[in-house]
């Protein structure tokens, strides 16, 4: 499943990374310890550039490469690969470039058998994977023709290993306007002690994004895990 997030460089100026997430549970794999990377220039996300890496990986799967991840920044596009070996890559980029008029791009392939790039580079942290959940979340809520300025009820999903750390946790948010609407236990994960907080407030892009991440940082206080939110249409 090919995702995407955004990430901020040295400069804090945004840009944009569209990953596999799928590759994770099996990276790195063995038999294609080679990374492939075409740079072409391209400022931004278009339908001529969403064609042309789609015919791209379409035409890398003929040596058996696995597309990772593409990065939007600075005026390029970053195409990164995983394949057992450099052989052909490239006279078959060329050839897809060739039917798309031609690029600047620059270009080239290393060994990387740990996946480095995927896993350090392309592959999002906990912050990135907390962004894609909730464009998911409000895009669905959109689609319903929700309001996201509208106030109403929020539900967020906690877990915990200790049911101390959870009682903490819920005594720290609760100054912070969180109530605590029910308790949920699963005595098969090692995170059994769960807990639906409430609190009313808008959904717009940004207050999911303060209210997810001061969330996902308070459990992480008590070694916990923040698994998300939902809430009923405005």
């Not at 099996?26 to 550039?49: G, H, S």
């Not at 052989?87 to 990387?112: L, Q, T």
Request: charged share 25%; net charge negative.
């Amino acid at each position: 499943m090919i995702e995407f997030y955004e990430l901020l460089d040295d400069e804090n100026i945004p840009y944009r990374c569209d990953v596999e997430l799928d590759l994770i549970e099996e990276a790195p794999q063995e038999e294609r310890p080679w990374l492939l990377w075409l740079f072409v220039k391209a400022d931004n996300v278009t339908e001529a550039l969403e064609l042309f890496t789609k015919e791209l990986i379409t035409a890398l799967t003929s040596v058996d490469a696995l597309f990772s991840g593409r990065v939007m920044k600075e005026g390029w596009a970053e195409f990164y690969f995983y394949a057992p070996q450099s052989k052909r890559f490239e006279n078959i980029s060329s050839d897809v470039m060739s039917a798309h008029g031609g690029f600047v791009y620059e270009r080239g392939s290393s060994k990387d058998a740990k996946w480095e790039m995927y896993r350090d580079n392309l592959y999002p942290d906990p912050y990135g994977l907390l962004s894609i959940q909730n464009r998911h979340t409000i895009t669905a809520l959109l689609d319903a023709g929700d309001d996201l300025s509208l106030i109403r009820e929020v539900e967020h999903y906690l877990f915990f290993q200790t049911k101390t750390s959870m009682e903490r946790s819920v005594s720290q948010l609760a100054s912070h306007g969180y109530s605590v609407k029910e308790y949920v236990n699963d005595d098969e994960s090692d995170y059994a002690y769960g807990v639906v907080l409430i609190k009313k407030e808008a959904i717009t892009p940004k207050i999911v994004e303060e209210t997810t991440t001061s969330l996902y940082e308070s459990a992480m206080q008590e070694h916990g895990m923040y698994e998300g939110w939902s809430t009923v249409l405005g």
